[in-house]
């Protein structure tokens, strides 16, 4: 069992930078790999923004999130982060952290059999 709490998110200015956390408690993550997802207000589905393998050596992007986000993780530490720099007004959405347990970084929605429950993101001009 794993559990999976995202935090950093809130209000921000367009053009500002935040970072998002995903802290894991119950079993240790560094074995699973691990994806960043969001959800834009209005939409069904979550698509991936970033992934990256449990040993952080792969990373995945959408074509949306490859100049301006970067994933990374500390094992050592546990988090995963999500930096986000540049915010535009289409950023705006639920960013949601879950966990692979292949290890690999996954750019498909299945297979995350663990997922947190969001933070809200909203860039406003």
């Known amino acids: 069992q794993v559990q999976l709490v995202e935090s950093g998110g809130g209000w921000m200015q367009a053009g500002g930078s935040l970072r998002l956390s995903c802290a894991a408690s119950g079993r240790t993550i560094s074995s699973y790999g691990m994806g960043w997802f969001r959800q834009a207000p209005g939409k069904q589905q979550r698509a991936v923004v970033a992934a990256i393998s449990d040993n952080g050596s792969l990373t995945h992007y959408a074509d949306s999130a490859k100049v301006r986000f970067t994933i990374s993780r500390d094992n050592a530490k546990n988090p995963v982060y999500l930096q986000i720099n540049s915010l535009k007004l289409e950023d705006t959405a639920d960013y949601y952290c879950?966990?692979?347990?292949?290890?690999?970084?996954?750019?498909?929605?299945?297979?995350?059999?663990?997922w947190g429950r969001g933070t809200q993101v909203t860039v406003s001009s």
């Open positions: 879950a966990a692979h347990p292949s290890g690999y970084a996954r750019t498909w929605y299945a297979g995350y059999v663990y």
